[in-house]
Nanobody, 119 residues
């Protein structure tokens, strides 16, 4: 079974915080680097944070110092703690393997979770 289920999004004021969670099936999660991607309206989907199976993290410059990615290997779950949120962070957030998992040759994505930063 292939599964990616994101949760935790919502509406938050600028400067606020949110914590996203993603449960993935073992075929995607186990022993793989995982990432959080985001896609704003009318823009391409970009990787904003990634974590290796051993816990090494990397971040896009736009979120460095504000976002923290983590993972619980026992629960096949990856998290994204987002602090000091800005309106430019508004997007649908997805988790996936890094690079993205493919299913029958096409990238496989979950439903994502909407994050809206607005006053």
């Amino acid at each position: 079974q292939v599964q990616l289920v994101e949760s935790g999004g919502g509406l938050v004021q600028p400067g606020g915080s949110l914590r996203l969670s993603c449960v993935a099936s073992g075929s995607i999660f186990s022993f793989n680097s995982m990432g959080w991607y985001r896609q704003a309206l009318g823009k391409q989907r970009d990787l904003v944070a990634a974590i290796t199976s051993g816990g090494i993290t990397t971040y896009a410059d736009s979120v460095k110092g504000r976002f923290t990615i983590s993972r619980d290997n026992a629960k096949n779950t990856v998290y994204l703690q987002m602090n000091s949120l800005k309106p430019d962070d508004t997007a649908v957030y997805y988790c996936n393997r890094d690079p993205a998992f493919t299913w029958y040759g096409s990238p496989y994505w979950g439903q994502g979770t909407q994050v809206t930063v607005s006053s």
